[in-house]
């Protein structure tokens, strides 16, 4: 039977995408403004975040006022409550790649630190996982999601790495240590990025399977 | 209590007294349709309703809750003036449709009710066939034509999303027909006279949820074309299905307001108290 | 005895007491149409359908004229009592607080305890006497009479449990009140307004006194209103006080044909009810 609030589902659906493909083109910027060294991008970035706050807000408002009106159950209550605990994860995302920027602002300040460090990698990996996060959101693809989540123990082990190398440059010599420092974030703020992304997956579970799958084991996110 | 007023740029009043009969933010675009100013009415000596002062607006549903015996019902049915049939029943004050007191001396009150349709909370389908039910209106109205009959009748069974189900036995008796159905076939009759607006006395209050959903979904299509007041004791429908929501309590209006909002955040404790169910 | 089982006891003989009841109410019944069925059943053949009566002591004939008579007469007075009968019910139903409606029921009550004899004698007053003659008019007036309480009681009644929701309903459409009351609140009670007619029908369909002033008797085919005409009633009592035995016989026939129709009437307004009632509540 035709519903007049599954045009409210559908707006609000649109709403959501469109906020991820704003997180998604401001993580991509970032990176960029990383790997090119390029301090005006990275401070386009920083002066944008607006939009996407104030997406969160009109979502947040048009997900308050489908409850009040639509009482919605099941499989719409599930989709409401998804979005609600989405929505925050993703302006947290843009708020890491924000940081990104500042920090690479502060790195163009000084000669590039050796080439081969894991960290671009590290970015990647997070960008894809955010991509596809989204993307299993979509399709209600909730095996996607679970993919997604296996990924964030790759994300774990390079940022451990990364860490690592930037150590052995730290010991190295004292003159790299706020430079190797600041990377160290960097890597960090994407590790974040990734969490969010596994964050989002667990809700997309829940909304597809009605399964809460957070807090479980990490590198057992199985059906319970 | 705040709101997040990104869409909207409006302000939200200072809290009037309680029972004060007040609209608490300027109306949305639309016209005015019925303006009600300090309307009173008594049944005898005893006082139904205190001093009633609303707009609703055109093309939109009105909702109007509240506890049983608040008053909503009697005040709509002040609308259309059926509560002149009841002895010893008084009205004071105004209700104005389009600018035309319904309470003046002169006014034709046949002329108003063909103007101001009604669907009732049990639905009353004469013991007559489904084509004559819906004809009636039309017939007592003068119309003889059958070619004029018959498509009024269609187009306002289709309006009613009653067509597809009752087209091939429009000359069986409408008793026959399931209660969701029935209640339908009511609404149908009251849009056959081309009313402007249609009030609703919690019209799916005696049906399934099966049924009632197909109401709600009705209601929601037919305000594009009509001025739609419902009175319901079922706040989520309310919710639901309306754009506007007034609070009765007692006979006086408590608050009136966008339905996201008295649902969402209202201004009166009293309104919310009702709303969050922490009194019936 | 315990008490439950004391219980049970008494409710079998109270039960027992009941179906007694019911069986000696029920013997008078048994008893007269036992007896009229064998008395008359026999009698009643094509002849008495059809044929006139023979002139005084001649074995033969008929009550054709009488059984036409009897139809007329309840034509007459449906056709007078019925639409005063129902506007006055109408009244009645619509006003029904009115010091005017309490008045008139209560006159209609009192109309209903009227002995029929007593309403001949008026009809014979009013109908008989300025013109110095008997007529079929006369007759149906005073049947009419008999059954005007009995429509107006019925026809209130039934326009009282219409619902007030199809009242409603159509004052909400745009109809006057008068409107409504024709184009739906009558309609609507049709069916049993139409059963208490066959009732009231069924009353005075056995009436003898008020025609004994009134339609008279007429042992002659008449079609005429203003003539005297036979009745099925008197006819009966003409031929039963007659010192005649086929007269007598013939007498039974017609008690056996009254009683029948009279039967009839009944079970056709019962089945009537129910079929209407499925119609207005399937």
Redesign the interface.
Known sequence: MHRHFDRDIDELKDLLLRMGAMVEDTIARSIRAMTERDSELAESVIANDDAVDRMELLIDQKTIELIAKMQPTAVDLRFVASIMKITPELERIADLAQDVCERVVELNGEPALKPAVEVPRLAVEAQGMVRRALDAFVRGDADLARAVIAQDDVVDALTEQSFRELLTYMLEDPRNISRAIRLTFVGKYFERMADGATNICESVVYLVEGKTIKHAVPSVAKPA | MT??E??TGRSVATTPAIGAAREGEPLPQAASKISVRDFSFFYGSAQALHAISLEIPDRQVTALIGPSGCGKSTFLRSI?R?ND?IPEARAEGSITIDGTDVYDRGTDV??L??RV??V?Q?S?????SIFENVA??LK??GIRNKRQLSETVEKSLRRAALWDEVQDRLHD?A??LSGGQQQRL?IA??LA?DPEIVLMDEPASALDPIAT??IE?LI?ELKDNYTIVIVTHNM?QA??VSDRTAFFMLGKLVEVGE??TI??NPREKMTEDYVTGRFG | MSNSVRRRVVSRIAEALCALAVVIALVPLVLILGYVIKQGAGSLNWAFFTQMPKPVGEIGGGMANAIFGTVVLIAIASFLAVPIGCICGIHLAEYPHTRFSSVVRFAADVLNGVPSIVIGIVAYSLVVLPVKRFSAIAGGVALGMLMIPIVVRTTEELIRLVPSGLREGALALGATRTRSVITVILPAALPGILTGVLVAIARVAGETAPLLFTSFNNRFWSTSLVQPIGSLTVQIFTYAISPYDDWHRQAWAGAFLLVMMILTLSIVARLAVRRLERMNRP
Do not use: D, H, W
């Not at chain 2, 009353?124 to 007559?128: A, H, Y």
């Open positions: 709101t997040f990104i869409s259309n059926m049939i046949v002329g009710r063909r349709g009604m009732f049990k009353n389908p004469f013991p007559k009636y209106g007592i109205g008796s008793l026959a009511c009759r009251a006279v959903a197909k979904e929601y989520q919710a639901r339905t996201k649902f969402m």
